[in-house]
């Protein structure tokens, strides 16, 4: 019987991060008030200062980043930036968790086993099932950033023959 692949460190640094932004947020909150962090309007930008960036971790580029901007306490409901290198590919992976991008910067090529590869660029908006294999590479010159909202937790299996 197989065993599924432990979580990357990418879920791990997810993790790592939420513990951090979930303070972070709740100091947004006017002194006195009862909403919980989750609930506190605010808004970001990529090039924020203060915006904490981390790396992926292994399985992914050197070079890329993640940002988490929102998630509630139990770790549903996370908003993140992501970031990936010009020119470099990720590998096939799943997430428990639908997720919900949006490409902010650069021409991202995704393809999703069973399915043709579809191109998103900037403004466009991409649905991934949970459990759906897929990889992807970050095309041209420019740099990937893509904003991706994910329902449940957000973890990353790394497809192997041994996982498949």
Do not use: K
Not at 39 to 61: I, K, N, T, Y
Request: hydrophobic share 40%.
């Amino acid at each position: 019987m197989h065993t599924p692949p432990s979580p990357s460190r990418f879920t791990a640094a997810l993790a790592t991060l939420a513990l951090v932004a979930i303070p972070a947020l709740s100091a947004h909150a006017e002194e006195g008030t009862e909403a919980p962090a989750a609930e506190v309007a605010f808004d970001s930008r990529p090039d924020a200062e203060g915006l904490e960036w981390m790396a992926c971790g292994d399985g992914f580029h050197e070079g890329c980043g993640l940002a988490i901007l929102n998630i509630d306490a139990d770790g549903r409901n996370a908003d993140v930036y992501f970031r990936y290198p010009a020119g470099e590919s990720f590998p096939l992976h799943w997430h428990t968790s639908p997720e919900r991008m949006v490409v902010l910067r650069g021409t991202l090529q995704v393809s999703y086993e069973g399915q043709e590869p579809v191109t998103i660029e900037p403004g466009d908006y991409a649905f991934g099932p949970g459990g759906a294999h897929h990889a992807g590479t970050c095309q041209g010159d420019e740099d990937c950033l893509l904003f991706i909202a994910f329902e449940d937790p957000p973890d990353t299996h790394f497809v192997t023959e041994a996982s498949e």
